[in-house]
Nanobody
């Protein structure tokens, strides 16, 4: 199992930026892919972005493509989500997750460790 701790959420105006961080412990960090998901009130948890074990491959939901960037620092056991040009519809609790595998996946069922979530609120 992997333990994940997120940070960096908060309140920001539309058009602003935030950077989320997620630090992992437990299983060797460079052996698995990581993902970010989000859940708005009354909605299902949705995929946002994923990155493979090395950081060489990334994948984004269409709704955030061109605005969000996922990256990782394996030396620091940390994955990041840089969020720019934020919109009110980006408001949600954001979760980082560790995959069972080294390659990218958007399938939520293939992520077996989750952080506690961090709230992101974008005001209009």
């Amino acid at each position: 199992q992997v333990q994940l701790v997120e940070s960096g959420g908060g309140l920001v105006q539309a058009g602003g930026s935030l950077r989320l961080s997620c630090t992992a412990s437990g299983r060797t960090f460079s052996s698995y892919a990581m993902g970010w998901f989000r859940q708005a009130p009354g909605k299902e948890r949705d995929f946002v972005a994923a990155i493979n074990w090395s950081g060489g491959s990334t994948y984004y939901a269409d709704s955030v493509k061109g605005r969000f960037t996922i990256s990782r620092d394996n030396a620091k056991n940390t994955v990041y989500l840089q969020m720019n040009s934020l919109k009110p519809e980006d408001t949600a609790v954001y979760y980082c997750a560790a995959s069972r595998y080294s390659g990218i996946t958007i399938r939520i069922s293939l992520y077996d460790s989750w952080g506690q979530g961090t709230q992101v609120t974008v005001s209009s």
